[in-house]
């Protein structure tokens, strides 16, 4: 009986301590915001309100991405940029909204030139959201990127984001400057 | 006695006529806006707030001009894009943000390539404010031209605005299309 229940004691405070491991883990492992062996999380969602974030500064993509767009910010980030303030706080959202790169046919007819391009069909929206716990696997940021269908990339697809983007440490992994 | 009084009763009507002829001219010429001989007015202060004006659209114009820029709008120019409405109503105020045309070293380098271009220093900010009585000589719609330097056009060369604009006059003299 006494060999029998030491025995018990024994299997009961293995199963406690194994249990306590393995909360312990699992609790590191959701700060981390993924499992190891997950991808990194990413933007599947579009965030409310994108269209009336103010202007940041726009930019041309010539060659392949032959593309003309608008940085957009919410509040978070503008106030950001305004005030110089790197890191980026959490909370801070920068899109970028994407369209083909086109010649204004009516433009160009008043000109007498082929002289003005603008805002074709849209192409897609990238976004950078910055929650520096959920998406600490890259940086702070997480990436999105919607067709213009608003669909999410896949997994696959959003894993080039974060090794480009870190390239521009320097200023919290985002490229574009705010145009005064 | 009575042909002096008949003649002062005389000076005194012509009198009342004419200062009531006056009267009825210089109110159509207040309500027109502007006295014949006097040059249109156009915008001579910068609106309030307008870098926080939401995006409309952005633009390249190549050639001569080489600028990159954005064009934002009031609440009432995106209330009334987003609602299909013209003309413009009264309050609209649409702003043309332009920056020289540059190419992005930071970004080159990390494409490899000079693909990247962006605002570089800010050449000018153009205006059109919406105010059917007081621009009623340009269409209802007054124009600015403000240099870098913030200071604003001469009315001489105000003068090119209108005619120009005026060639899209099924759009309301506004050239600008709101990107999706």
Redesign the interface.
């Given at each position: 009986m006494r060999a029998g229940r030491r025995n018990c004691m024994k299997h009961l405070t293995f199963f406690l301590v194994a249990t306590f491991l393995v909360a312990v883990v699992a609790l590191i492992v959701a700060a981390r915001g993924h499992a190891d062996d997950e991808p990194a999380p990413f933007v599947t969602e579009m965030p409310h309100g994108y269209r009336?974030?103010?202007?940041i500064?726009?930019?041309?993509?010539?060659?392949k991405?032959n593309s003309?767009?608008?940085l957009?910010g919410n509040d978070v980030a503008i106030k950001a940029y305004r005030e110089g303030k790197l890191p980026f706080p959490d909370g801070t959202i920068l899109a970028a909204?994407h369209?083909r790169?086109v010649p204004?046919d009516?433009?160009n007819k008043?000109f007498g030139?082929?002289?003005?391009?603008?805002?074709g069909a849209?192409t897609n929206i990238q976004l950078m959201v910055k929650d520096s716990r959920k998406y600490a696997a890259t940086g702070g940021w997480g990436f999105g990127n919607f067709g213009a269908d608003g669909k999410p990339g896949d997994a696959a697809s959003m894993k080039t984001c974060f090794p480009?983007h870190e390239?521009?440490k320097a200023t919290d992994l985002v490229?574009t400057?705010y145009?005064?």
């Open positions: 009336d974030f103010r202007w500064s726009s930019a041309h993509e010539a060659g991405l003309l767009g608008a957009p909204l369209y790169y204004s009516e433009n008043i030139q082929v002289q003005s391009f603008v805002p849209p480009c390239k521009a490229f400057r145009a005064p």
